[in-house]
């Protein structure tokens, strides 16, 4: 692996996360001793911010990019780099089609993720989702929606082509995140290099499935877990041990010219 690394995005479910949604110590010691070394760790996730907050105390990153780029917050001094929020007809659009084809949803903004579905109803909800609110006193960044079927799934796909300004990305099987159209996790990742000085060559990134792909495009040491999906091996220079077996504690210690934690 490159050894000239200067910032490394870390995507969270299926790479950092394990199974069992959980950080392993391993991972989390070298994540801590990348940073000591000079890399700069940046968490770049699909999730909000407070669905993150458990992953960001403990690994205790530089900047924190969000929602597919919809943020990106500077964690060393609070400064927000980039805050997108979806147009507020889109948004209204896409909860329309969506409560008329009967799929299920949860609206993420720039202060907390709402829902109308419960818990029982929309099974794997994070605790911190809150209940449906007006949507006009919220700054939506993106949706989470799920069917219950391939074939649904296959109906809505083709109805959202009709709303110009919205993208389906796959992140489970019949589950999306609904972004603006453009805005994905190399948004944040050229934004910050540029503004760092950071060249694509001196940026590693880890990941494991669609979302992550334009963010491993961009970075010049791309590295898929061994749990991504094909497409994500198919592009990226390097694959380590999976999500399971410590796969970005692995890659850390490569990048840095070390077998193991020390």
Same mark, same amino acid.
């Given at each position: 692996?490159?050894?000239?690394?200067?910032?490394?995005?870390?995507?969270?479910?299926?790479?950092?996360?394990?199974?069992?949604?959980?950080?392993?110590?391993?991972?989390?010691?070298?994540?801590?001793?990348? #940073?000591?070394?000079?890399?700069?760790?940046?968490?770049?996730?699909? #999730?909000?911010?407070?669905?993150?907050?458990?992953?960001?105390?403990?690994?205790?990153?530089?900047?924190?990019?969000?929602?597919?780029?919809?943020?990106?917050?500077?964690?060393?001094?609070?400064?927000?780099?980039?805050?997108?929020?979806?147009?507020?007809?889109?948004?209204?659009?896409?909860? #329309?089609?969506?409560?008329?084809?009967?799929?299920?949803?949860?609206?993420?903004?720039?202060?907390?993720?709402?829902?109308?579905?419960?818990?029982?109803?929309?099974?794997?909800?994070?605790?911190?989702?809150?209940?449906?609110?007006?949507?006009?006193?919220?700054?939506?960044?993106?949706?989470?929606?799920?069917?219950?079927?391939?074939?649904?799934?296959?109906?809505?796909?083709?109805?959202?082509?009709?709303?110009?300004?919205?993208?389906?990305?796959?992140?489970?099987?019949?589950?999306?995140?609904?972004?603006?159209?453009?805005?994905?996790?190399?948004?944040?990742?050229?934004?910050?290099?540029?503004?760092?000085?950071?060249?694509?060559?001196?940026?590693?990134?880890?990941?494991?499935?669609?979302?992550?792909?334009?963010?491993?495009?961009?970075?010049?040491?791309?590295?898929?877990?061994?749990?991504?999906?094909?497409?994500?091996?198919?592009?990226?220079?390097?694959?380590?041990?999976?999500?399971?077996?410590?796969?970005?504690?692995?890659?850390?210690?490569?990048?840095?010219?070390?077998?193991?934690?020390?």
């Amino acid at each position: 692996m490159n050894m000239n690394i200067k910032i490394v995005f870390l995507d969270l479910d299926g790479t950092v996360l394990d199974s069992t949604k959980n950080i392993s110590a391993e991972n989390i010691k070298a994540i801590k001793k990348a #940073r000591q070394a000079g890399i700069i760790p940046v968490i770049a996730t699909g #999730r909000s911010w407070p669905l993150s907050q458990f992953a960001i105390d403990l690994v205790d990153p530089c900047y924190f990019a969000g929602m597919n780029s919809a943020v990106l917050i500077n964690l060393q001094n609070n400064e927000t780099i980039i805050k997108h929020v979806l147009d507020m007809e889109l948004t209204k659009a896409t909860i #329309r089609l969506m409560e008329c084809m009967g799929v299920k949803y949860q609206l993420h903004s720039h202060s907390g993720a709402y829902s109308p579905y419960t818990p029982s109803s929309m099974p794997g909800m994070h605790p911190s989702v809150k209940p449906m609110v007006d949507v006009n006193t919220l700054e939506p960044a993106k949706f989470f929606a799920k069917t219950d079927t391939a074939e649904k799934t296959k109906q809505f796909l083709e109805a959202l082509k009709a709303i110009d300004g919205i993208v389906a990305v796959p992140v489970m099987e019949n589950g999306f995140d609904l972004l603006a159209t453009g805005l994905d996790k190399s948004v944040s990742a050229k934004v910050l290099c540029e503004k760092l000085g950071i060249t694509p060559e001196e940026t590693a990134a880890m990941g494991d499935s669609a979302n992550d792909i334009e963010l491993l495009s961009f970075a010049g040491c791309s590295i898929a877990m061994g749990n991504a999906e094909p497409e994500v091996k198919a592009i990226c220079k390097h694959i380590v041990p999976s999500n399971d077996d410590n796969g970005v504690a692995y890659a850390i210690y490569n990048l840095l010219g070390v077998k193991k934690e020390s």
